[in-house]
């Protein structure tokens, strides 16, 4: 077989991640490769840890991006934060609570799930029932925004609620960081992780992470050493500690990092609040199309995502063939259900930079049109215009 270079189609990517890449993410990525000890790439890396701090809105030092996916980022809160025998609170309404379980049951801990229907925010009610049930919590884990179904949680509530009860808490912000308000410091979060490819529209393959001081004293503190060597934070902390002494731990993703300083630049300049406001502009505008079709969200108007659109696959209508066709004749993306959702709805993606009026555009139009070829029984003519009012609207 004759192999040639890899050149992938270009796509239009609105699923639940990655999103849409900026140029210029994609630009700085191919940068000259130096050292991961260059006095310029230190540099480049303390720029780096102040970007995350304004993205988390955070000042905690131990504020940095782990050198992996989003799932390394919650693995690297739960190898640190828990102990074996520790009991661990998980709120779990979606996939990702799932993993969270699977992670503490791995290091050793004793997990308690307190669920919630899949599609629902977490219930601050069964949360605080729990923590009254099980006086000897160490910390509760929960997921600000579950992309596996669209819904949004009061992350502030429930962790003023952990605190009450004496644990430290641990929150998945992988689709809400720069998309959705995120306040570490505001919100008192103790452990909190991320990933580049959702909201900040960064390549694949990072983590940002941040742990204020009352989480380091746990991880400072441990009877038992941190079971994963790459992810024990008082070994990483060496390389992306404090000062310009760093010490070789693992190799930096040195150009990957190069494009997440880049992203990060880009959302600086935006602004959080601009960025905000355009994910809700946006997402009010998919939203009008998609009703107007006659498609229904199945998540409640306060708990939805406007960055993680979950819509009802229309009776009848084969999903895999709609995505499918979407794929190949308008180059788009949109997401499958996941878990208990397979099959029931699609996940359309406004995030980042794929949070744009050309996307929505592309989108409507799109399953307008493939839908109604496919004599699904929604309503022509009508979403393009129910979608343009919004955006019209400054
Ligand atoms: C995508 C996602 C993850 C996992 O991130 P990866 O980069 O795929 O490892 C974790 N939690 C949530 C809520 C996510 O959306």
Redesign the pocket.
């Known amino acids: 077989m004759l192999i040639h270079s890899f050149n992938p189609p270009v796509r239009t990517l609105m699923g ?2 990655p999103s849409d890449v900026p140029p210029r993410v994609l630009e700085a990525l191919s940068r000259p490769t130096i050292g991961h000890l260059d006095p310029a790439f230190i540099t480049m890396m303390d720029e780096l840890k102040e970007l995350l701090q304004y993205a988390f809105q955070t000042e905690n030092a131990l504020t940095m991006p782990i050198s992996a ?6 693995e690297t809160c739960f190898v640190n934060l828990v102990e074996p025998g520790d009991k661990v609170i998980v709120c779990q309404n979606g996939v ?1 609570g799932g ?1 969270m379980k699977e992670n503490v049951e791995r290091c050793g801990g004793i997990a308690v799930l307190v669920e919630d229907a899949w599609g629902e925010a977490i219930d601050a009610g069964k949360l605080e029932d729990a923590l009254k049930a099980h006086a000897d919590t160490r910390i509760v884990a929960m ?1 600000h ?4 179904t669209g819904a949004q949680s009061n992350v502030a509530t429930l962790v003023k609620l952990a605190h009450k009860h004496d644990c430290l808490t641990i929150v ?1 912000t ?2 809400s960081l720069g998309g959705t308000p995120v306040k570490v410091d505001e919100w008192e979060i103790d452990a909190i992780y991320s ?4 909201c900040l529209s960064c390549t ?2 990072l ?1 940002p992470v941040s742990f204020n001081e009352r989480a380091l004293d746990k991880v400072r503190n441990r009877k038992t050493r941190v079971q994963s060597w790459f992810m024990d934070l008082n070994l990483v902390m060496g390389y992306w500690g404090e000062g310009a002494k760093r010490a070789y731990h693992h190799t930096a993703p040195i150009n990957a990092l190069y494009s997440l300083h880049e992203a990060l630049l880009i959302l600086m300049e935006e602004g959080l609040d601009a960025a905000w406001k355009r994910h809700h502009k946006n997402h009010l505008a998919l939203r009008a199309g998609l009703e107007a079709m006659g498609l229904t969200f199945i998540v409640k108007e306060a708990d939805r995502l406007p960055q993680l659109n979950a819509v009802s696959i229309p009776d009848g209508v084969d999903d895999a063939a709609v995505r499918s066709r979407l794929l190949k004749e308008y180059n788009l993306e949109i997401g499958a259900g996941l878990g208990a959702l397979a099959g029931k709805v699609w996940r359309i993606g406004l995030m980042g930079h794929s949070s744009r009026a050309e996307n929505i555009l592309l989108c409507i139009g799109a399953l307008e049109s493939v839908l109604g070829n496919m004599g699904a029984e929604i309503k022509l003519g009508v979403a393009l215009p129910a979608m343009q009012k919004v955006l019209g609207k400054s």
């Open positions: 639940p991640g996916p989003g799932s390394a980022g919650m990702f993993r997921v925004a579950e992309t596996s998945d992988v689709t990933g580049s490819q959702k694949p393959g983590s």
